[in-house]
């Protein structure tokens, strides 16, 4: 009877060790499991997680602050080019700011070969402006077309070797009726200014419908008087401005200078060597 007693008691014991292993067993072995799992978690995701809780720096915000702050550029001055002490033309070039109102004439004149960039002065024209200029004639064009006038492109840009064959030819015509060689050319150059010397070469003007003082009849002469400074267009040689320009009236010659020098123009009344002065003598 004691030995069955001893052997229950081992029994019960032995089954009581055993429990008691595997409850310490278990916390030991969940631990082991959530280390590996750190130990293998991708090393991506946790750069990825402190770059998108990085904070800007101080550099950035401030380059933002300043480029929101920075101030408009403003516009360059109007001027004119002092005129040569010996009389000699000065050259300039329809370049960079109010590249528009470049003058030229018998006392600024382009550099020898000047040639710019040409476009169509309106869509299937072989007649050319500068590439500037010819979208604000195509628009003056469509602009007329719809008030039932057409502003035929007649004559546009000229190369220099043109505009220097037109002069000649004129010089001798009058040559040919009696005038001596420097009057001959004083006269052209009423009519025809020297290669160099001319709108025509900086593709800035246009001759539209014709080169005919008939021209003034036309409805399309009329339109142009009213509406062509809205598109950056003047009239270039008026009527009452022969002895500033030194050029004979030309209702036909039309010069490209903005829209917004075209309106001061229009509505002061100058030719634009008075402008220029006036825009100069501001300065």
Not at 222 to 229: D, G, P, Q, V
Request: glycine share 4%; hydrophobic share 35%.
């Amino acid at each position: 009877m004691q030995i069955k007693i001893n052997r229950r008691t081992i029994k019960a014991k032995s089954i009581l060790l055993v429990v008691l292993i595997f409850l310490l067993a278990v916390p030991a072995v969940g631990y082991a499991i959530t280390e590996k799992k750190q130990q293998d978690k991708p090393a991506e995701s946790v750069t990825e997680e402190a770059v998108q809780t990085e904070p800007e720096t101080e550099s950035q915000t401030q380059a933002e602050t300043e480029t929101q702050t920075e101030p408009a550029t403003e516009a360059a001055p109007v001027t004119l080019p002092a005129a040569s002490t010996d009389g000699s033309p000065v050259i300039v070039s329809p370049t960079g700011d109010n590249w528009e109102l470049t003058l030229v004439n018998l006392q600024y004149c382009l550099p020898e070969g000047y040639a710019p960039e040409l476009a169509a002065a309106v869509e299937g024209s072989s007649v050319q402006l500068d590439a500037r200029v010819a979208p604000a004639y195509q628009k003056m064009y469509d602009a007329a077309k719809q008030d039932g006038c057409t502003l035929t492109p007649y004559s546009g840009y000229r190369t220099y070797e043109r505009q220097e064959d037109n002069f000649n030819r004129r010089v001798e015509s009058y040559v040919k009726q009696g005038f001596s060689e420097a009057d001959a050319k004083k006269k052209t150059q009423e009519r025809i200014l020297p290669a160099g010397c001319s709108e025509h070469n900086m593709g800035f003007a246009m001759d539209i419908v014709s080169a005919s003082a008939d021209f003034v009849n036309t409805k399309e002469f009329t339109w142009l008087c009213e509406h062509a400074y809205e598109y950056g267009f003047i009239l270039r040689y008026p009527e009452n401005k022969t002895e500033i320009t030194g050029v004979m009236y030309e209702p036909w010659h039309w010069r490209y200078v903005g829209e917004k020098a075209a309106k001061e123009i229009h509505e002061s009344g100058q030719c634009l060597e008075e402008y220029l002065a006036a825009k100069s003598a501001e300065q």
